[in-house]
Nanobody
């Protein structure tokens, strides 16, 4: 069984920063692509960012490009999401995801293999 555990959520004001972390169990980590999604109240889940297992490729949603940065540490089995210049519309539950393919995430996440439980990010104006 693979477990993904997010941390680092919280409340910030507009323009603030947060760094989310996701710790993964199991020996699969270094061969899986990792990603982040979010879901705001009343809205569908939204792809945010993904990074390939080799870190050679990253993908971002247009809504966060230039503000968010995804990274990973395969030695620690962790993936991170550095969020800068946060806006109220970034308020959501953020989910860590793992799948063999980046395209599984960029295409909406319907077939993503593993999910974390989520961490809440609240941005107030």
């Amino acid at each position: 069984q693979v477990h993904l555990v997010e941390s680092g959520g919280g409340s910030v004001h507009t323009g603030g920063s947060l760094r989310l972390s996701c710790a993964a169990s199991g020996r699969f980590f270094s061969s899986y692509s990792m990603g982040w999604f979010r879901q705001a109240p009343g809205k569908e889940r939204e792809f945010i960012a993904a990074i390939s297992w080799s870190m050679s490729a990253t993908e971002y949603a247009d809504s966060v490009k230039g503000r968010f940065t995804i990274s990973r540490d395969n030695a620690k089995s962790e993936v991170y999401l550095q969020m800068e210049s946060l806006k109220p519309e970034d308020t959501a539950v953020y989910y860590c995801a793992a799948d063999r393919y980046v395209v599984s995430m960029t295409s909406g996440g319907r077939h993503v293999e593993y999910w974390g439980q989520g961490t809440l990010v609240t941005v107030s104006s």
